[in-house]
């Protein structure tokens, strides 16, 4: 290889990396989106944020009300999709009674989170009562998930005092 074609090729690749590192540092100082911005006041951040961007929903949310309605649907879906796998394990266990009783409450409590909590929150929501939505997402469930849905229909309450 001549040595101004070896030449040449340093300083395509010198460019190259110095406009990679340009780049770089630009998506660093980018604003935080929305998701971030939501979940950097909320216990569990790091969750928070994986739990939303799990949902392709939740990259196109404009508003944290937006925001909302989609932890709580993840939450009726989880709650969901645990109370579909309860009547395997009951199956499973149906020769052991405290087994048996502790899945029959757990058939309750997910039914009742689901009805009763999560999809009240919904509602909650649609009427602005954002204090009732906190608590009924609180209630329904002490899970990762039910804690991130309070804390983003938490921030609607917060934003709703600064209007």
């Known amino acids: 290889m001549s040595s101004s074609l070896f030449l040449t090729l340093i300083l ?11 780049v770089q540092e630009k998506e660093q100082e980018k604003e935080p989106d929305l998701i971030q911005k939501s979940c950097s006041i909320i216990a569990g951040y790091e969750e928070c944020v994986a739990i939303l961007r799990s949902d392709p929903r939740s990259i196109k949310a404009t508003t944290v009300k937006q925001l909302a309605y989609i932890i709580l649907d993840l939450c009726i879906e989880n709650a969901t999709e645990t109370l579909e796998e309860i009547p395997k394990l009951q199956e ?20 009742s989170a689901i009805k009763d ?5 919904v509602d909650q929501l649609g009427t602005k009562s954002y204090r009732e939505a906190q608590y009924s997402a609180h209630t329904g469930g002490a899970l990762v998930l039910g804690l991130v849905a309070e804390g983003i229909v938490s921030l609607l309450r917060l934003n709703e005092s600064q209007l």
């Open 117 to 121: 909590y999560f999809r009240k929150a």
């Open 12 to 22: 395509i690749l010198i460019s190259a990396s110095q406009g990679c590192a340009a």
């Open 92 to 111: 499973k266990y149906s020769k052991h009674d405290q087994i048996e009783e502790a899945l029959r409450w757990c058939v309750m409590a997910y039914e």
